[in-house]
């Protein structure tokens, strides 16, 4: 199992990027997938999440600014990021998880190290 981030870059607030995570080795259409972030001394947050039924869910935080969309065909999720500020700088993490609550950035559930996470791509956003 194996999922791989890319789109990560820096730009300067009010730009754009798009974070795409191909997965391989599950059954892609069957997990909750979720970004999450975490920026140097913060914990690992949620960002957004889109579930088996293909709903979504956003943190408070980025909601209006980012889309998470899915190319099951593909096994590929994607986190497009509007109107970046320098707080939404972070290194952003796909995950893959049974756990609904994976889905839902405001559950507080961050699943474990055990589960499947990408490497994880940087952001920076300057100002």
């Known amino acids: 199992v194996q999922l791989v981030e890319s789109g990560g870059g820096s730009v300067q607030a009010g730009g754009s990027l798009r974070l795409s995570c191909v997965a391989s080795?599950?059954?892609?259409?069957?997990?909750?997938k979720a970004w999450f972030r975490q920026a140097p001394g913060k914990e690992r947050e949620g960002v957004a999440g889109?579930?088996?039924?293909?709903?979504?869910t956003y943190s408070d935080s980025v909601k209006g600014r980012f889309t998470i969309s899915q190319d099951t065909a593909k096994n590929t999720v994607f986190l497009q990021m509007s109107n970046l500020q320098p707080d939404d700088s972070a290194k952003y993490y796909c995950?893959?998880?049974?756990?609904?609550?994976?889905?839902?950035?405001?559950?507080?559930?961050?699943?474990?190290?055990?589960?499947?996470w990408g490497q994880g791509t940087q952001v920076t956003v300057s100002s």
């Open positions: 080795g599950i059954p892609y259409s069957s997990y909750c």
């Open positions: 889109i579930n088996r039924d293909g709903a979504t």
């Open positions: 995950v893959a998880d049974r756990d609904e609550r994976a889905c839902d950035p405001n559950s507080g559930y961050v699943p474990p190290p055990s589960n499947w």
